[in-house]
C-alpha cells in the first residue's frame, strides 16, 4: 500500500517532540510509524515501535525527547516504484515501511507492505483465563460469565479472539469454570469466528494460571496467555516474535504507569536539606494481563493447584529462568473493572 504526500503529513513530526506526543500520533494514525523532519522539512530519521519501546526499557518518561530513539539511517528511495517492487524491497530488508523522499530529502511518500504478506499464520496456542467469577464487574455478572458481558456491542472476550485472528492466531483454548456452559455454548469450536476453539476446563477455581498446566504436554512451543477482560491494539504477533527474539521462557506484557505528586518533595539526610523537586513523577511499570511462555516451562505449574500468573513469574525468576517484559504504549482498557486505562 502506498501512502501520498498528503496522507503522511499526520506522521511528519519534529526531532524536539516528547515521547508522549510520538505515542499520541502513532495511536491515531496506526501505521506504526513517524517520519522525523527537520525545520527545513527534510528527513532526520524515522521511529517505528520498537523504537518506543526499547526507550521505555531505557527509563524513558512520556515527557523525555525522542532524539535519542530516532532511526537516523532509514531504509528509504528516491523515486516512485511499484507496489510489487516496493514490497519485495521491505521483505528482503524485514521492513514494514518504506519512506521515498524526493531530491532535496523531504518525504513525498510511503509505502507499507501489504497485510498480507506481513500477517503470517501463527500455529501457537492462544490461551485465554476465562474462568473467573467478575466480581468487580457485579452485579452484571450475577447471571452473565464475564466473558460474555458485552462491550461495544460484543462480549469482550470475542474481541480479543477477533483481534489475535487479525494477527494470524487461529487456534484457541479458553480456560473456564463459572457459567462455563454459557460460554461454550456461544463460541463452541470456533467455527463461526474462522477459528478453532478448545477449552481447558477446570473443576475449581485456579487463578491465571493454575489450568496451564493442562497444557504441560505441549513440546516446546511458545504460547501467549491473555486474561480476557484485556482489550488493546497490541500486534500479538508482535509480541511473540520479541519474546522469540530475545530467547524468552516467561514475557510479560507491562504497560507504563505514571503518578505525579501532588506536593512538592524535600530530600533529606537527617536534619540535613539535600534537594528539592517540585511535583515529582513516579514511573511504574503495570501487569497488562498479557504473557508469552514456552511450554517447556509449564512443568513448574502443579496440577489441579492454584495460582496466579504473578506468583508464576516470581516461581520462574528463583529458578533462573529467562524472565522479560515487553512494554507496551498502545491502546489498553482492563474492561474488568468500572474504572478503565487508556
Same mark, same amino acid.
Do not use: W
Given at each position: 500500500?502506498?501512502?501520498?504526500?498528503?496522507?503522511?503529513? !499526520?506522521?511528519?513530526?519534529?526531532?524536539?517532540?516528547?515521547?508522549?506526543? %510520538?505515542?499520541s500520533i502513532m495511536n491515531k494514525t496506526g501505521l506504526k510509524i513517524l517520519i522525523i523532519v527537520k525545520k527545513n522539512s527534510k528527513i532526520l530519521g524515522t521511529l517505528v515501535d520498537g523504537d518506543?519501546?526499547?526507550?521505555?526499557?531505557?527509563?524513558?518518561?512520556?515527557?523525555?525527547?525522542?532524539l535519542s530513539i530516532i532511526n537516523t539511517k532509514p531504509k528509504?528511495?528516491?523515486?516512485?516504484?511499484?507496489?510489487?517492487?516496493?514490497?519485495?524491497?521491505?521483505?528482503?530488508?524485514?521492513?514494514?515501511?518504506?519512506?521515498?523522499? @524526493?531530491?532535496?530529502?523531504?518525504?513525498? %511518500?510511503?509505502?507499507?507492505? @501489504?497485510?498480507?504478506? !506481513?500477517?503470517?499464520?501463527?500455529?501457537?496456542?492462544?490461551?485465554?483465563? %476465562?474462568?473467573?467469577?467478575?466480581?468487580?464487574?457485579?452485579?452484571?455478572?450475577?447471571?452473565t460469565p464475564k466473558p460474555l458481558v458485552k462491550v461495544f456491542g460484543k462480549p469482550m472476550l470475542e474481541h480479543i479472539i477477533l483481534k489475535a485472528r487479525n494477527n494470524g492466531f487461529i487456534n484457541f483454548s479458553l480456560s473456564v469454570n463459572y457459567l462455563k456452559s454459557k460460554i461454550k455454548k456461544y463460541?463452541?469450536?470456533g467455527k463461526r469466528l474462522n477459528v478453532k476453539i478448545n477449552y481447558l476446563e477446570e473443576s475449581k477455581p485456579l487463578g491465571t494460571a493454575g489450568s496451564l498446566h493442562l497444557l504441560?504436554?505441549?513440546?516446546?512451543?511458545?504460547?501467549?496467555?491473555?486474561?480476557?477482560?484485556?482489550?488493546?491494539?497490541?500486534?500479538?504477533? @508482535?509480541?511473540?516474535?520479541?519474546?522469540?527474539?530475545n530467547k524468552s521462557? %516467561?514475557?510479560?506484557?507491562?504497560?507504563?504507569?505514571?503518578? !505525579?505528586?501532588?506536593?512538592?518533595?524535600?530530600?533529606?539526610?537527617?536534619?540535613?536539606?539535600?534537594?528539592?523537586?517540585?511535583?515529582?513523577?513516579?514511573?511504574?511499570?503495570?501487569?497488562?494481563?498479557?504473557?508469552v511462555l514456552n511450554s517447556r516451562i509449564l512443568k513448574f505449574l502443579k496440577p489441579n493447584t492454584k495460582i496466579d500468573m504473578t506468583e508464576f513469574f516470581l516461581k520462574l525468576k528463583k529458578k533462573k529462568r529467562n524472565v522479560i517484559i515487553y512494554p507496551i504504549y498502545e491502546n489498553w482498557t482492563d474492561v474488568g473493572q468500572r474504572k478503565t486505562k487508556k
Open positions: 500500500m502506498i501512502f501520498s504526500k498528503q496522507e503522511i503529513s !499526520k506522521i511528519l513530526i519534529k526531532q524536539d517532540s516528547t515521547l508522549r506526543h %510520538a505515542i518506543i519501546r526499547r526507550g521505555l526499557i531505557k527509563g524513558l518518561n512520556l515527557e523525555s525527547k525522542i528509504v528511495i528516491k523515486k516512485q516504484i511499484s507496489t510489487v517492487e516496493a514490497n519485495e524491497i521491505m521483505r528482503l530488508n524485514y521492513l514494514n515501511h518504506l519512506p521515498i523522499i @524526493d531530491s532535496k530529502n523531504r518525504p513525498v %511518500a510511503l509505502h507499507t507492505i @501489504d497485510d498480507s504478506l !506481513k500477517t503470517l499464520k501463527r500455529s501457537n496456542k492462544f490461551i485465554i483465563m %476465562a474462568g473467573g467469577r467478575g466480581k468487580r464487574l457485579l452485579p452484571y455478572t450475577i447471571k463460541f463452541l469450536d504441560r504436554k505441549i513440546k516446546n512451543q511458545n504460547i501467549i496467555v491473555s486474561n480476557c477482560d484485556v482489550i488493546t491494539d497490541l500486534d500479538y504477533g @508482535d509480541l511473540l516474535d520479541y519474546h522469540v527474539l521462557d %516467561a514475557t510479560m506484557v507491562v504497560r507504563r504507569f505514571e503518578k !505525579k505528586n501532588q506536593f512538592g518533595v524535600i530530600r533529606a539526610s537527617g536534619k540535613n536539606f539535600l534537594s528539592y523537586e517540585e511535583k515529582p513523577l513516579t514511573l511504574e511499570n503495570i501487569n497488562a494481563g498479557i504473557y
